[in-house]
């Protein structure tokens, strides 16, 4: 070793490596939000500001106009539980979301096979599935409405030439009935998007998985429950929680359809909430209604992911 004399630096010796400023620092810390900025701005304006003012008009007194009349404290609260149609419409629309929702998904299940097979035509059979979900939701509906119209409808004629019923039936102007047929509608709806998030987690299962099955001499059934449906949480995940929250908020199939009658019998929150805001011109109780709904959902998701313990997907 050699000596070195004081206040002389050792060439040989590594520079000290300079330490960034605060500047600087800050600046590297603040370089993503150049990229996160606009999500960020487009999420505060187009979900976090509508749900702000939501519940901010539900604690004020709104004419029919529009104008404010001032600050109603819980109110609105108060008198939307009071309403006596509340709880037969809220259990009304869990029973719809849920059948709605589970109908869908075992469906979509069986023709996410189907697409996902290989047959002639099957690139055709693919387009048709999706063009109810491309078309619009509203002209859907209408569609089904003219079917079973129960003078020149052709459900009712087919069924009479099939000797099914006797004569016509006016199928939307029973409550069951029509919450039938609406929860049809909604499942015809909704099955395209859902089956093609099946398929895409189809086509992300190795082949060699089921190679391996075949070799340990696996059967259908046993290969189907034991990899395929494992290896497809993640995307049923995703389709149950899109469903569940589409459904949920779902307005023109019952407004088309029934909208809502006979009375409130064929009513889900969201029509229920709309008839308050412009049939009863009671815009803040309407609010209160849609923080209600708002608060709904996310219990129900919440308690759908709790189920279907989804932190295990995401490890």
Same mark, same amino acid.
Do not use: C
């Given at each position: 070793? @050699?000596?070195? *004399? ?5 060439? &040989?010796?590594?520079?000290?490596? #300079? ?7 800050? &600046? ?8 996160? =900025? ?10 976090? $500001? ?8 539900? +604690?004020? *007194?709104?004419?029919s106009?529009?104008?404010?009349? !001032?600050?109603?404290? #819980? ?20 029973? $719809? /979301? ?8 075992? +469906?979509?299940?069986?023709? !996410? ?7 002639? &035509?099957?690139?055709? /059979? ?6 109810? %979900?491309?078309? #619009?939701?509203?002209?859907?509906a209408?569609?089904? *409405? ?6 020149s &409808? ?8 099939? @000797? ?6 006016n %199928?939307?102007? @029973? ?41 340990? !001499?696996?059967?259908?059934l046993r290969?189907?429950? !034991? ?14 929680? /899109? ?16 909208? =809502? =009658?006979?009375g @409130? ?9 709309? *008839? ?31 189920? #279907?313990? %989804?932190?295990?997907e995401i490890?």
């Amino acid at each position: 070793m @050699h000596d070195v *004399k004081p206040g002389v630096r050792d060439l &040989g010796a590594p520079a000290p490596r #300079s330490r960034p400023s605060a500047a600087r620092r800050a &600046g590297r810390a603040l370089a993503p939000l150049l990229w996160l =900025g606009p999500a960020l701005v487009l999420i505060a304006v187009v979900v976090l $500001w509508p749900v702000v003012e939501m519940v901010r008009t539900s +604690l004020l *007194k709104i004419s029919s106009s529009g104008v404010t009349l !001032g600050s109603t404290g #819980s109110r609105n609260y108060l008198d939307l539980f009071d309403e006596t149609d509340l709880i037969p419409v809220v259990l009304r629309t869990l029973l $719809w /979301v849920a059948g709605v929702v589970a109908i869908t998904m075992v +469906l979509s299940l069986a023709l !996410g096979q189907l697409l996902n097979a290989r047959f002639p &035509g099957r690139r055709l /059979v693919r387009w048709t599935v999706i063009v109810p %979900w491309a078309a #619009s939701v509203l002209m859907t509906a209408l569609v089904w *409405k003219w079917m079973l119209d129960n003078y020149s &409808g052709l459900v009712n004629r087919l069924l009479l030439d099939l @000797h099914v019923i006797d004569h016509p039936v006016n %199928w939307l102007a @029973h409550p069951g009935q029509a919450m039938l047929w609406m929860m049809w509608v909604a499942v015809f709806v909704s099955l395209p998007f859902t089956s093609f998030v099946i398929l895409a987690g189809l086509q992300t299962i190795p082949g060699e998985v089921y190679e391996a099955a075949r070799v340990d !001499g696996a059967g259908t059934l046993r290969t189907y429950f !034991g990899i395929t449906l494992p290896l497809l949480r993640p995307s049923v995940l995703i389709a149950s929680i /899109v469903n569940v929250i589409n459904v949920f908020n779902s307005f023109p199939i019952i407004w088309t359809m029934t909208q =809502g =009658g006979p009375g @409130h019998a064929t009513d889900t929150t969201t029509t229920f909430m709309y *008839k308050i805001a412009f049939f009863d011109q009671n815009v803040g109780e309407s609010a209160a209604m849609a923080v209600v709904n708002f608060v709904l959902i996310l219990v129900m998701v919440l308690l759908y992911l709790r189920a #279907s313990r %989804w932190r295990e997907e995401i490890r």
